[in-house]
């Protein structure tokens, strides 16, 4: 087996943590942290052969981390439950793995499906995220409930693509918003970070113009026009919610 780790974190999603699972056939491990789902999602991950732990929610940063001190194997894929690796990338990772490096982290290719269309352009467009490393290098880092992974060595590329479906519908994409920007003001507040009239006034209008043409947004059509306004909206609330949280 490859000497190697698939950590997932997850909470109901067991109509889709298929994909995320099977990416890597012959991983050594699979492994699913699940935070109180109520799908079933355990015993889908289970079934599918993965192991399952069981545990709180105590936010990004801290969930993938401890999944990181959960894997057993040298190196660690961290996958979210709605990614799935394209054949191209697994064929990448395998080469690494088997290798042992050079590297001691690898960047992924991360592409969004938004309703079935894949998106080209703007801030939901193809971006790199640092994925797969060396299991005692490898911490979460960031302010939730943006994560990022920090590798103590030298990073590298992998060609192939992540496929990444974020979204089963409009709606979930607003509960989301919702969520996250609740999320930014418990941590800004708690940080002392504050919001300013002209963050509320100018930091939206920033993000349409920066996604529509800046980064292409444009060439998405309606989609990215729409993408684009959620993005914009994002802004607007979690620097609004501030403003009116704040003392």
Not at 74 to 81: E, G, I, K, R, S
Not at 162 to 179: N, Q
Request: aromatic share 6%.
């Amino acid at each position: 087996m490859l000497p190697l780790s698939v950590a997932i974190i997850a909470r109901d999603e067991a109509d889709r943590i298929e994909g995320a699972i099977r990416s890597l056939p012959d991983a050594a491990e699979v492994l699913v942290v699940d935070s109180g789902s109520t799908d079933g999602t355990p015993e889908v991950a289970r079934g599918l052969g993965a192991r399952v732990v069981e545990t709180d929610w105590p936010g990004h940063v801290t969930q993938k981390n401890r999944a990181a001190e959960l894997c057993t194997q040298p190196w660690v894929l961290f996958l979210d439950a709605d990614e799935a690796v394209t054949e191209e990338l697994a064929r990448a990772v395998r080469a690494v793995v088997r290798a042992g490096g050079p590297r001691d982290g690898y960047a992924v290719l991360r592409r969004n499906t938004w309703l079935g269309q894949v998106v080209r352009g703007g801030s939901f467009g193809p971006q790199w995220h640092l994925r797969l490393a060396r299991r005692e290098l490898a911490t979460w880092a960031g302010e939730d409930p943006h994560d990022k992974l920090v590798v103590a060595g030298s990073v590298g590329r992998l060609d192939g693509v992540l496929e990444h479906v974020p979204y089963r519908d409009v709606g979930e994409h607003l509960g989301t918003i919702d969520r996250y920007t609740a999320r930014f003001v418990e941590v800004s507040l708690e940080r002392g970070r504050r919001s300013s009239l002209l963050d509320v006034l100018l930091r939206p209008p920033i993000h349409l113009l920066r996604s529509l043409v800046l980064q292409a947004g444009l060439r998405d059509g309606v989609t990215g026009v729409v993408l684009a306004w959620l993005g914009a909206t994002y802004v607007a609330l979690k620097w609004g919610r501030l403003w009116w949280r704040q003392p």
